[in-house]
T-cell receptor, first 113, second 115 residues
Framework: DTEVTQTPKHLVMGMTNKKSLKCEQH?????MYWYKQKAKKPPELMFV???????INESVPSRFSPECPNSSLLNLHLHALQPEDSALYLC????????????FGPGTRLLVL | AQSVTQLDSQVPVFEEAPVELRCNYS??????LFWYVQYPNQGLQLLLK??????LVKGINGFEAEFNKSQTSFHLRKPSVHISDTAEYFC?????????????FGQGTILTVHP
């Protein structure tokens, strides 16, 4: 089973709201990722967690706050977002050995009004 | 640093025709190479990967790719496409060194299969 699940599928929020995106995998992977994908563009890496510790932050604004409560779960907390943050947010997981395949979830389509 | 170039942004083709989507990469270290497919409003699905071994890699849905180290290419091919293959295709690379674990994507190729 190579399934990564993400909730919610769609999210609409105002600029003053606080919301969270959730990602879950049960493949025993110890690396998890958040990507942001704008329309007609490739995914851009935001954060990497390895063994539940943040290992890469690609200079993401602090209005995005990742959290890895355990090895199967990854959250992305959103606060005071801007309309330009509207995008598809993708979660992925892999074994944390660099060359291992990343498996992606279906994504959360976020619209910031 | 590593980079990926997908040479065609759009590829139109008729159903049952063969197709090749081109991908070139640059890296100063050994790399692992991937092709992902993204259908409209969906996430990325792994088509195939090259980690080591045989340079001809077979994937799902009848796709295959050949790793060519001397030409730093990893072109994706399918001998006969279907309407359902219409999607966006991304070539991606992971290398060692400072880019360890970081997947770098090409800009994507939109494949449109016409009846």
């Amino acid at each position: 089973d190579t399934e990564v699940t993400q909730t919610p599928k769609h999210l609409v929020m105002g600029m003053t709201n606080k919301k969270s995106l959730k990602c879950e995998q049960h493949m025993g992977h110890r690396a998890m990722y958040w990507y942001k994908q704008k329309a007609k563009k490739p995914p851009e890496l935001m954060f990497v967690y390895s063994y539940e510790k943040l290992s890469i932050n690609e200079s993401v604004p602090s209005r995005f706050s990742p959290e890895c409560p355990n090895s199967s779960l990854l959250n992305l907390h959103l606060h005071a977002l801007q309309p330009e943050d509207s995008a598809l947010y993708l979660c992925a997981s892999s074994s944390p050995s660099g060359g291992e395949t990343q498996y992606f979830g279906p994504g959360t389509r976020l619209l910031v009004l | 640093a590593q980079s990926v170039t997908q040479l065609d942004s759009q590829v139109p083709v008729f159903e049952e025709a063969p197709v090749e989507l081109r991908c070139n990469y640059s890296s100063s270290v050994s790399v692992y190479l991937f092709w992902y497919v993204q259908y409209p409003n969906q996430g990325l699905q792994l088509l195939l990967k090259y980690l080591s071994g045989s340079t001809l890699v077979k994937g799902i849905n009848g796709f295959e790719a050949e790793f060519n180290k001397s030409q730093t290419s990893f072109h994706l091919r399918k001998p006969s496409v279907h309407i359902s293959d219409t999607a966006e295709y991304f070539c991606a690379v992971i290398g060692g060194g400072t880019s360890y674990g970081k997947l770098t994507f090409g800009q994507g190729t939109i494949l449109t299969v016409h009846p």
